[in-house]
Protein backbone atom coordinates (compact mmCIF):
# COMPACT_ATOMS: atom_id res chain seq x y z
CA UNK A 1 0.00 0.00 0.00
CA UNK A 2 1.83 3.16 -1.05
CA UNK A 3 1.35 6.89 0.67
CA UNK A 4 -1.77 7.42 -1.63
CA UNK A 5 -3.17 4.48 -0.87
CA UNK A 6 -2.79 4.81 2.93
CA UNK A 7 -4.11 7.93 3.15
CA UNK A 8 -7.26 7.28 1.58
CA UNK A 9 -8.01 4.06 3.39
CA UNK A 10 -8.40 6.42 6.93
CA UNK A 11 -11.11 7.50 5.47
CA UNK A 12 -13.76 6.42 7.49
CA UNK A 13 -12.08 2.97 7.94
CA UNK A 14 -9.32 1.27 9.53
CA UNK A 15 -6.13 1.48 7.55
CA UNK A 16 -3.24 -0.99 8.55
CA UNK A 17 -1.52 1.80 10.26
CA UNK A 18 -2.48 5.73 10.84
CA UNK A 19 -1.11 7.66 7.95
CA UNK A 20 2.10 10.13 8.99
CA UNK A 21 0.60 13.47 7.40
CA UNK A 22 1.65 16.36 9.47
CA UNK A 23 0.63 19.95 7.58
CA UNK A 24 4.08 21.54 6.56
CA UNK A 25 5.16 24.14 4.46
CA UNK A 26 7.39 26.94 6.19
CA UNK A 27 9.81 23.34 7.07
CA UNK A 28 10.12 22.53 3.40
CA UNK A 29 11.30 25.74 1.99
CA UNK A 30 13.68 25.64 4.89
CA UNK A 31 15.07 21.83 4.00
CA UNK A 32 15.14 22.78 0.55
CA UNK A 33 17.38 26.82 1.76
CA UNK A 34 14.78 28.57 -0.62
CA UNK A 35 13.57 32.23 0.55
CA UNK A 36 10.02 31.06 1.66
CA UNK A 37 7.59 34.04 -0.03
CA UNK A 38 10.13 35.26 -3.09
CA UNK A 39 11.31 31.32 -4.29
CA UNK A 40 8.21 28.56 -2.01
CA UNK A 41 5.46 30.78 -2.40
CA UNK A 42 5.62 32.40 -6.25
CA UNK A 43 7.51 29.51 -7.83
CA UNK A 44 5.32 26.68 -8.58
CA UNK A 45 8.55 23.90 -9.25
CA UNK A 46 10.76 24.57 -6.20
CA UNK A 47 7.62 24.35 -4.03
CA UNK A 48 6.46 21.17 -5.48
CA UNK A 49 10.49 20.08 -5.61
CA UNK A 50 10.84 21.58 -1.66
CA UNK A 51 7.37 19.54 -0.86
CA UNK A 52 8.55 16.33 -2.86
CA UNK A 53 12.11 16.22 -0.50
CA UNK A 54 10.36 16.88 2.29
CA UNK A 55 7.91 14.11 2.44
CA UNK A 56 10.81 11.52 0.96
CA UNK A 57 13.22 12.60 3.78
CA UNK A 58 10.58 12.55 6.63
CA UNK A 59 8.38 9.95 5.74
CA UNK A 60 5.06 11.70 5.07
CA UNK A 61 2.36 10.17 3.33
CA UNK A 62 1.18 13.68 1.35
CA UNK A 63 2.25 16.46 -0.41
CA UNK A 64 0.41 19.94 -0.17
CA UNK A 65 0.32 23.01 -1.69
CA UNK A 66 -0.67 25.81 0.93
CA UNK A 67 1.25 28.74 1.33
CA UNK A 68 -0.61 31.07 2.47
CA UNK A 69 -4.18 31.71 2.74
CA UNK A 70 -5.18 35.30 0.36
CA UNK A 71 -4.64 33.66 -3.24
CA UNK A 72 -8.46 33.81 -3.56
CA UNK A 73 -8.37 37.63 -2.35
CA UNK A 74 -5.38 38.32 -4.95
CA UNK A 75 -7.36 37.72 -7.38
CA UNK A 76 -10.19 39.95 -6.02
CA UNK A 77 -7.57 42.53 -6.09
CA UNK A 78 -6.31 42.54 -2.41
CA UNK A 79 -2.91 43.38 -2.40
CA UNK A 80 0.12 41.62 -0.51
CA UNK A 81 2.48 42.30 1.82
CA UNK A 82 5.68 39.96 0.95
CA UNK A 83 7.84 41.43 3.92
CA UNK A 84 6.62 39.38 6.92
CA UNK A 85 7.70 35.95 7.15
CA UNK A 86 4.56 34.90 5.13
CA UNK A 87 2.17 36.61 2.14
CA UNK A 88 -0.66 38.72 4.48
CA UNK A 89 -2.88 41.17 3.42
CA UNK A 90 -1.47 44.47 2.52
CA UNK A 91 -4.95 46.07 1.60
CA UNK A 92 -9.11 45.17 2.01
CA UNK A 93 -11.38 45.31 0.24
CA UNK A 94 -14.32 47.89 1.25
CA UNK A 95 -17.35 46.09 2.26
CA UNK A 96 -19.77 48.93 0.67
CA UNK A 97 -17.74 48.60 -2.68
CA UNK A 98 -17.73 44.65 -3.20
CA UNK A 99 -21.00 44.43 -5.29
CA UNK A 100 -19.60 46.64 -7.74
CA UNK A 101 -16.24 44.33 -8.78
CA UNK A 102 -16.60 41.97 -11.15
CA UNK A 103 -16.00 38.90 -10.37
CA UNK A 104 -12.49 37.65 -11.06
CA UNK A 105 -11.40 35.58 -13.83
CA UNK A 106 -9.40 33.11 -12.37
CA UNK A 107 -7.38 31.80 -14.72
CA UNK A 108 -6.04 35.11 -15.47
CA UNK A 109 -4.42 35.82 -11.56
CA UNK A 110 -1.05 34.83 -11.25
CA UNK A 111 -1.24 33.69 -8.24
CA UNK A 112 -4.29 31.04 -8.52
CA UNK A 113 -2.95 29.85 -11.51
CA UNK A 114 0.59 29.40 -9.65
CA UNK A 115 -1.14 26.94 -6.94
CA UNK A 116 -2.56 24.85 -9.95
CA UNK A 117 0.76 24.40 -11.51
CA UNK A 118 1.83 23.46 -8.49
CA UNK A 119 -0.69 20.90 -8.34
CA UNK A 120 0.54 19.86 -11.74
CA UNK A 121 4.13 19.63 -10.97
CA UNK A 122 3.21 17.61 -8.51
CA UNK A 123 1.05 15.19 -10.25
CA UNK A 124 3.71 14.46 -12.90
CA UNK A 125 6.20 13.79 -10.86
CA UNK A 126 4.66 11.44 -7.93
CA UNK A 127 0.37 11.20 -8.81
CA UNK A 128 -0.45 7.93 -7.72
CA UNK A 129 2.07 7.15 -5.16
CA UNK A 130 1.48 10.14 -2.54
CA UNK A 131 -1.20 11.78 -1.78
CA UNK A 132 -1.41 15.68 -3.24
CA UNK A 133 -3.52 17.81 -1.45
CA UNK A 134 -4.69 20.98 -3.10
CA UNK A 135 -6.02 23.92 -0.98
CA UNK A 136 -8.79 26.86 -0.88
CA UNK A 137 -9.84 28.59 1.88
CA UNK A 138 -13.54 28.28 3.37
CA UNK A 139 -16.59 30.57 3.13
CA UNK A 140 -15.61 32.37 6.10
CA UNK A 141 -12.14 32.43 6.12
CA UNK A 142 -12.04 33.57 2.35
CA UNK A 143 -14.25 36.85 3.47
CA UNK A 144 -12.05 37.77 6.58
CA UNK A 145 -8.97 37.43 4.05
CA UNK A 146 -10.97 40.00 1.81
CA UNK A 147 -12.17 42.69 4.20
CA UNK A 148 -10.28 41.52 7.64
CA UNK A 149 -11.64 39.67 10.42
CA UNK A 150 -12.32 42.98 12.15
CA UNK A 151 -14.73 44.85 9.49
CA UNK A 152 -16.64 41.28 9.22
CA UNK A 153 -17.48 41.24 12.75
CA UNK A 154 -18.57 44.45 12.83
CA UNK A 155 -21.49 43.81 10.44
CA UNK A 156 -23.11 41.59 13.39
CA UNK A 157 -23.78 44.87 14.76
CA UNK A 158 -27.21 44.84 12.22
CA UNK A 159 -29.85 43.44 13.06
CA UNK A 160 -29.64 41.43 9.43
CA UNK A 161 -26.14 40.93 10.39
CA UNK A 162 -26.75 37.11 8.80
CA UNK A 163 -27.66 38.19 5.60
CA UNK A 164 -25.52 41.02 5.16
CA UNK A 165 -22.31 38.32 5.55
CA UNK A 166 -24.20 35.72 4.30
CA UNK A 167 -24.47 37.70 0.92
CA UNK A 168 -21.22 38.42 1.26
CA UNK A 169 -20.39 34.53 1.12
CA UNK A 170 -22.62 33.94 -1.51
CA UNK A 171 -20.87 36.20 -4.34
CA UNK A 172 -17.58 34.56 -3.72
CA UNK A 173 -18.70 30.92 -3.67
CA UNK A 174 -18.69 30.68 -7.53
CA UNK A 175 -15.14 31.38 -7.64
CA UNK A 176 -14.28 29.13 -4.73
CA UNK A 177 -15.66 26.37 -6.63
CA UNK A 178 -14.29 26.81 -9.74
CA UNK A 179 -10.69 27.25 -7.82
CA UNK A 180 -10.97 23.84 -6.16
CA UNK A 181 -12.18 22.68 -9.78
CA UNK A 182 -9.01 23.72 -11.35
CA UNK A 183 -6.96 22.08 -8.67
CA UNK A 184 -8.96 18.82 -9.14
CA UNK A 185 -8.39 18.63 -12.56
CA UNK A 186 -4.73 19.52 -12.56
CA UNK A 187 -4.93 15.97 -10.29
CA UNK A 188 -5.33 16.71 -6.69
CA UNK A 189 -6.34 14.01 -4.71
CA UNK A 190 -7.77 15.88 -1.44
CA UNK A 191 -8.60 19.53 -1.78
CA UNK A 192 -7.87 20.98 1.81
CA UNK A 193 -10.09 24.22 3.07
CA UNK A 194 -8.84 26.48 5.62
CA UNK A 195 -11.14 28.23 8.20
CA UNK A 196 -8.62 30.15 10.43
CA UNK A 197 -10.99 32.27 12.07
CA UNK A 198 -14.22 30.18 12.96
CA UNK A 199 -13.24 29.55 16.56
CA UNK A 200 -13.97 33.78 16.89
CA UNK A 201 -17.45 33.67 16.08
CA UNK A 202 -18.77 30.55 18.00
CA UNK A 203 -21.28 27.65 17.32
CA UNK A 204 -24.48 30.61 16.67
CA UNK A 205 -23.41 33.04 14.06
CA UNK A 206 -20.82 29.64 12.45
CA UNK A 207 -24.88 28.25 12.15
CA UNK A 208 -26.66 31.14 10.96
CA UNK A 209 -24.14 33.08 8.45
CA UNK A 210 -21.62 30.28 7.34
CA UNK A 211 -22.75 26.77 7.54
CA UNK A 212 -25.28 26.45 5.04
CA UNK A 213 -22.33 27.52 2.28
CA UNK A 214 -19.92 25.32 3.45
CA UNK A 215 -21.72 22.39 2.81
CA UNK A 216 -22.55 23.42 -0.54
CA UNK A 217 -18.80 23.99 -1.49
CA UNK A 218 -17.63 20.65 0.49
CA UNK A 219 -20.50 19.06 -1.05
CA UNK A 220 -19.64 20.22 -4.71
CA UNK A 221 -16.04 19.46 -4.36
CA UNK A 222 -16.94 16.05 -2.42
CA UNK A 223 -18.44 14.84 -6.14
CA UNK A 224 -14.97 14.65 -7.09
CA UNK A 225 -12.62 14.31 -4.41
CA UNK A 226 -12.60 14.28 -0.40
CA UNK A 227 -12.35 17.71 1.53
CA UNK A 228 -10.17 18.17 4.43
CA UNK A 229 -11.98 20.81 7.00
CA UNK A 230 -8.54 22.37 8.42
CA UNK A 231 -10.37 24.75 11.55
CA UNK A 232 -7.57 26.45 13.46
CA UNK A 233 -8.41 27.43 17.35
CA UNK A 234 -10.35 25.84 19.89
CA UNK A 235 -13.82 24.78 18.02
CA UNK A 236 -15.35 22.56 20.71
CA UNK A 237 -17.21 25.13 22.29
CA UNK A 238 -20.65 24.52 23.17
CA UNK A 239 -22.73 27.61 23.50
CA UNK A 240 -25.93 28.73 26.38
CA UNK A 241 -28.24 27.78 23.58
CA UNK A 242 -26.70 24.17 23.81
CA UNK A 243 -25.30 24.48 20.14
CA UNK A 244 -22.16 22.62 19.55
CA UNK A 245 -18.88 23.53 17.12
CA UNK A 246 -17.81 19.97 16.88
CA UNK A 247 -21.10 18.94 15.77
CA UNK A 248 -21.44 21.84 13.52
CA UNK A 249 -18.47 21.48 11.72
CA UNK A 250 -19.09 17.49 11.49
CA UNK A 251 -22.37 18.30 10.01
CA UNK A 252 -20.02 19.73 7.01
CA UNK A 253 -19.59 16.24 6.21
CA UNK A 254 -15.67 17.13 5.26
CA UNK A 255 -14.24 13.54 4.59
CA UNK A 256 -11.55 15.20 7.38
CA UNK A 257 -11.33 17.32 9.88
CA UNK A 258 -8.38 19.10 10.66
CA UNK A 259 -8.60 19.82 14.80
CA UNK A 260 -6.06 22.04 16.63
CA UNK A 261 -4.38 21.06 19.95
CA UNK A 262 -6.88 23.35 22.25
CA UNK A 263 -9.84 20.35 21.42
CA UNK A 264 -9.91 17.07 23.38
CA UNK A 265 -9.15 14.57 20.76
CA UNK A 266 -10.62 11.88 23.30
CA UNK A 267 -14.17 13.72 23.34
CA UNK A 268 -14.09 14.67 19.55
CA UNK A 269 -13.58 10.86 18.48
CA UNK A 270 -16.66 10.19 20.97
CA UNK A 271 -18.84 12.97 19.61
CA UNK A 272 -18.17 12.37 15.74
CA UNK A 273 -17.81 8.81 15.47
CA UNK A 274 -17.51 7.78 12.16
CA UNK A 275 -18.92 10.69 10.45
CA UNK A 276 -15.66 12.41 9.79
CA UNK A 277 -11.60 11.23 9.69
CA UNK A 278 -9.99 13.29 12.13
CA UNK A 279 -6.72 14.43 11.61
CA UNK A 280 -4.18 16.81 13.65
CA UNK A 281 -4.21 17.47 17.35
CA UNK A 282 -0.42 17.25 18.45
CA UNK A 283 0.33 20.79 20.58
CA UNK A 284 2.35 23.26 18.45
CA UNK A 285 3.90 24.79 21.61
CA UNK A 286 5.25 21.88 22.68
CA UNK A 287 6.71 20.75 19.65
CA UNK A 288 7.95 24.42 18.87
CA UNK A 289 9.57 25.78 21.95
CA UNK A 290 13.09 24.72 23.35
CA UNK A 291 11.30 25.10 26.86
CA UNK A 292 9.88 21.21 26.01
CA UNK A 293 12.34 18.76 26.59
CA UNK A 294 12.42 15.79 24.44
CA UNK A 295 10.37 13.25 26.66
CA UNK A 296 7.65 16.36 26.59
CA UNK A 297 7.44 16.22 22.85
CA UNK A 298 6.98 12.26 22.81
CA UNK A 299 4.64 12.33 25.91
CA UNK A 300 2.40 15.14 24.09
CA UNK A 301 2.94 12.42 20.51
CA UNK A 302 2.10 9.69 22.48
CA UNK A 303 -1.16 10.92 23.28
CA UNK A 304 -2.62 12.34 20.33
CA UNK A 305 -1.58 8.46 18.91
CA UNK A 306 -3.60 6.78 22.07
CA UNK A 307 -6.24 9.06 21.29
CA UNK A 308 -6.85 9.18 18.09
CA UNK A 309 -5.75 5.57 17.16
CA UNK A 310 -8.97 3.53 18.42
CA UNK A 311 -11.38 3.06 15.73
CA UNK A 312 -9.24 4.00 13.23
CA UNK A 313 -10.45 6.90 11.13
CA UNK A 314 -7.37 8.97 12.33
CA UNK A 315 -4.54 10.20 10.49
CA UNK A 316 -1.73 12.20 12.51
CA UNK A 317 -0.82 15.71 12.15
CA UNK A 318 0.27 18.51 15.02
CA UNK A 319 -3.10 20.66 15.43
CA UNK A 320 -1.57 23.45 12.64
CA UNK A 321 1.42 23.80 10.49
CA UNK A 322 4.62 22.07 12.02
CA UNK A 323 7.00 24.31 13.38
CA UNK A 324 10.28 25.30 11.25
CA UNK A 325 12.68 26.83 13.66
CA UNK A 326 15.27 26.05 14.39
CA UNK A 327 15.36 23.54 11.58
CA UNK A 328 17.42 21.51 13.84
CA UNK A 329 14.88 21.22 16.29
CA UNK A 330 12.09 20.80 13.89
CA UNK A 331 13.58 18.06 12.09
CA UNK A 332 13.92 15.97 15.55
CA UNK A 333 10.68 16.77 16.81
CA UNK A 334 9.24 15.23 13.29
CA UNK A 335 11.90 12.66 13.57
CA UNK A 336 10.47 11.42 16.64
CA UNK A 337 7.07 11.76 15.62
CA UNK A 338 7.27 9.81 12.65
CA UNK A 339 9.13 7.19 15.21
CA UNK A 340 5.90 6.80 17.27
CA UNK A 341 3.47 6.55 14.51
CA UNK A 342 5.33 3.64 12.95
CA UNK A 343 5.81 2.22 16.59
CA UNK A 344 2.25 2.84 18.19
CA UNK A 345 0.31 3.63 14.72
CA UNK A 346 -0.22 -0.05 13.94
CA UNK A 347 -3.28 -2.01 13.63
Avoid at 97 to 123: G, H, Y
Wanted: charged residues 25%; aromatic residues 8%; proline residues 4%.
Amino acid sequence: MNSLELTLSAIGDIPEKIPFNPFIMHLAAKLMKVDYNAEYCQNPEILADAQIRCSNYFGIDHVNVSTDAYREASAWGVEIDWTSHTPVAKTHIKISEFESLEIPDIVSSERIMNRVKAVKQLTEKIGGNQCIVGWIEAPFAEICCLFDLVNVLMLCRYDNWDKKIKSLINRILPVQKEFAKLQIEAGADIIGAGDSAISQIGPNRYEKCCLDATKELFHYIQNEVPVLYHICGDNSVIDKEGKDMLKLVSSTKAAILDLDYQVDLKIAKQKIGSSNCIRGNTNTQVLGSSSYSVKDVMNEVEKTINNGKPGGNYMYAAGCEWPWEPIEMASRNIGIAKSLVETMGKY
